[in-house]
């Protein structure tokens, strides 16, 4: 049985889910198994047992989602294409600030700047129009991308997404 049709039937079920299988699964490096472990995480960490850390979770949900947004794969049951990717990152970068997970704020700043940097046209449209304008729109996340506003390369996308941002806030 492959690694994603052993996650899919856990994520309707109340069954309790090994660590070793979550890692396992992760480790596959299979990107259809990773979008089913993401959906598992994002609605049924409870249920794995020992628990996840949340820095470990955040850490693979972070590798999932920029995985996606670059390689923009045809979206399926769970697996999310580049600009689905990009706003679900958005909306976990809003998320993971309220829970005042710093670091990895810190290290997904530098994680979408080196992928943008080597993105074609089409990659630096998911994370400027997809992930930056609708994290924006939570202003508290605008000083992690502070170094944008200073790099000629990036300085363009953020400001067109600070402004976006300003325009749409919670």
């Not at 996840?52 to 979770?57: D, W």
Request: aromatic letters at 10%.
């Amino acid at each position: 049985m492959s690694t994603y049709a052993e996650v899919v039937p856990l994520l309707g079920s109340e069954e309790k889910i090994s660590r070793d299988d979550v890692q396992r699964w992760i480790d596959s490096g299979d990107l259809l198994t990773w979008s089913a472990v993401y959906t598992l995480m994002r609605d049924a960490s409870p249920r794995i047992e020992p628990e996840i850390p949340a820095g470990e979770q955040i850490d693979f949900m972070r590798r999932y989602l920029l995985r996606c947004l670059e390689e923009n794969p045809a979206p399926g049951d769970y697996l999310h294409g580049g600009y689905e990717a990009a706003w679900e990152l958005a909306g976990c970068l809003r998320q993971w600030r309220r829970r005042n997970a710093a670091k990895a704020l810190r290290g997904i700043a530098l994680d979408l700047d080196r992928l943008y940097r080597r993105g074609d046209d089409a990659i630096k449209n998911r994370i400027a129009c997809g992930v930056l304008e609708h994290a924006f729109e939570d202003s508290a996340l605008r000083p992690y991308f502070a170094q944008w506003e200073r790099d000629e390369e990036l300085r363009e996308a953020y400001r067109l997404a600070v402004e976006w941002g300003s325009a749409h806030e919670e």
